[in-house]
């Protein structure tokens, strides 16, 4: 009994000592800002274990269909798409780290679509309302509305020009003329004004299309759930199947499993714990310094070192792209809204004020840890309802030059990193220099996505410490101003797309909060407008 | 509690729903998968609240129409998968030299009539159709400009005279509207 404690001890004390050196190299790295490149080797090694492994699922998968093939004789579209689908992924994986390409707005990229929406998809801004897959934006219904004539729905064209003449009484000559211009399906008919039309029994055809097509696919519900990978990343969460594909996968399985929850967890929580303890020891001594000079100084060095520290415990790689358009001057820094992860990848290079509600538990801890050495703005629930006091205090500290620059999310609520929603307009009312940053998260190596309804803080950092990795790219956008005849809502679009274009995003015109809310009365009331306005009455 | 919700479709059971609806087995996991995120419950079957939920939905004019669509058959207040894919069979596009299921053009038009006909009895009437664009331009227009607007198309429509529409006036009317592209739903996979 004896002998096996000294042996324990042993073998304690001597996978102790690396263990202390990695911790302690570890920490100096974070301290003096440099990194050695380890990150960056375990992710290449990942990609290639992912490229492999994505390899032997399409075999296997191949093997599969060909062995049960007489089942499935379907000439549709059909189940081959499914191979080809995952091929698509190579070219991905060398593409990693720059956004998907220019996503069409609207149309949904989150992992692959189920249907292709050709017809009317509603906004809560009926304005944006998508008539047609080809055409997404809103100047269509305001050329028409240029020439007086109220907006046409293109689906009455596409009737009426195919086939002829309808008995729709006096108007029906000039529709007839206005129709055989309007022959083809494609989004040029839009640019026809068409008259205020009759009713006729076929016009709910599309409203009922739009509201089944919503029920199989929409854009809104998907971005409050993880995105979709197209392909397995070796790791049981993402894997809706759970079946069995072959006895390599297995094993590479099982050896990641070992390697994540038995070497790289404890590591990582002896990091963030480390972490946890320098922010705490730092901003209480920095809290007692009593020149603001130098205490701003000494804040912004602690700073740095904690959220590298941080950082590195969640085996973090961030891309910098454009670090010239970092803030370095106060201003307010406007970010899309994945995790509250985004901010640790964000003060890993420069530091910010906080702005956000103040939180119990954990994160609460954080903040008042924080708000001992700069000056952040943490808000009562009941405060957040009044939108002057946040304004003012965001005007006093922006005002005041010493200050650094604010980082706040627009958007509220963590939305899954494929989309951006709207911005609410209070930052931008400011009257101050906006610095946009994007960020895209790689879901590949690890699903930053805060899902706050299904999971507690402290369950998603142990999901995100027993990920592979956290991949990210931020991306620093030129400085924006609002223009003199511009007001808040249009300057906050103006910024989002400009997101969403840098981060491969799509930009949706719909509001975050209805991950937690119904959608509003007055949204429906506006699409019962628009019908009405098209709609001819004696 | 039997009625737990497995995260995947057995064999036979998808087989089952290939087999009544036409979907392939692709589209039968995927929309699966869209009706377990749906239900949040978690309960196996989706309620009314569940699928108003979706904002787009919850905006749409017909929203409520729509709902009622899926919970007709005497099911009560929670349809389970089947139900649901019964009915979203309807928008299938109409392939030629393939089983039509629940797609054929006269199965969508019967969709579309059961929106207008509240009381299901088998005819629109002039109340029923007044409802209904009541529904679609909310208070912007006056009932009486909508009641003569519903006469007019009652008129146009009725061929024998009893001032409601059948299902077969309905489908007369709707001769000329191009049915399958309107009712169709593209699926891509």
Known sequence: MALFGTLLSISGSLLLTPLLLIVLVILFLASIGKSVGVRRLYVKTLLALFEYGRQHIEIANKQKRLSDDSGFNSEDEGDNKRIRSTSETSEESQQRGRPKGHHRNGSIKNGVSLIQREDLILAPDPCHNKSDHNHRDSSAPRTSNIRSHSVGAPTRNAANSAKGASEKGDNSEQEDEIDSLALDKDHRKLSFETLKQEFELSDCLTYIKAGVEAIIEDEVTQCFEAEELRSWNLLTRTNRHYEFISWRLTVIWMLGFIVRYLFLLPLRVTICFVGFLWMAISTSLISLVPSRRVRRVLNQHAMLITFRLYARSFSAVIDVHNPQFMPRSNGICVANHTTPVDIVMLATNSCFSLIGQRHNGFLGLLQRALARASSHIWFERSEVKDREVVTKRLQQHVSDPENPPILIFPEGTCINNTSVMQFKKGSFEVGSVIYPVAIKYDPKFGDAFWNSSKYSMMQYLYMMMTSWAIVCDVWYLPPMTQEPDENAVDFASRVKSVIATQGGLVDLMWDGQLKRMQAKKEWKERQQEEFSKRLKVE | ?189
């Open chain 2, 1 to 189: 509690m039997g009625n737990t919700s497995s995260l995947l479709l057995r064999e036979d059971e998808i087989a089952q729903i290939q087999e009544k609806t036409g979907f392939t087995p692709n589209q039968i996991e995927r929309l699966y998968s869209r009706f377990t995120s749906l239900d949040r419950g978690n309960c196996g079957t989706l309620s009314r609240e569940d699928l108003l939920r979706i904002p787009e939905l919850a905006i749409n004019p017909l929203g409520d129409r729509i709902v009622h669509a899926f919970f007709q058959e005497g099911t009560g207040d929670s349809i389970n998968f089947l139900q649901f894919m019964q009915v979203l069979a309807h928008f299938r596009p109409i392939k030629k030299n393939k089983d039509l299921k629940l797609n054929s053009r006269e199965q969508k038009l019967k969709f579309a009539f059961k929106m207008y006909d509240l009381d299901s009895d088998g005819k629109i009437s002039r109340d029923e159709l007044l409802a209904i664009l009541q529904m679609m331009v909310g208070s912007n227009i006056s009932e009486e400009q909508l009641t003569s607007i519903a006469e007019r198309t009652i008129f146009e429509a009725d061929q024998d005279g009893d001032q409601m529409i059948s299902f077969a006036e309905f489908c007369n009317a709707l001769e000329r509207t191009d049915v399958e592209q309107k009712m169709s739903i593209r699926f891509l996979n």
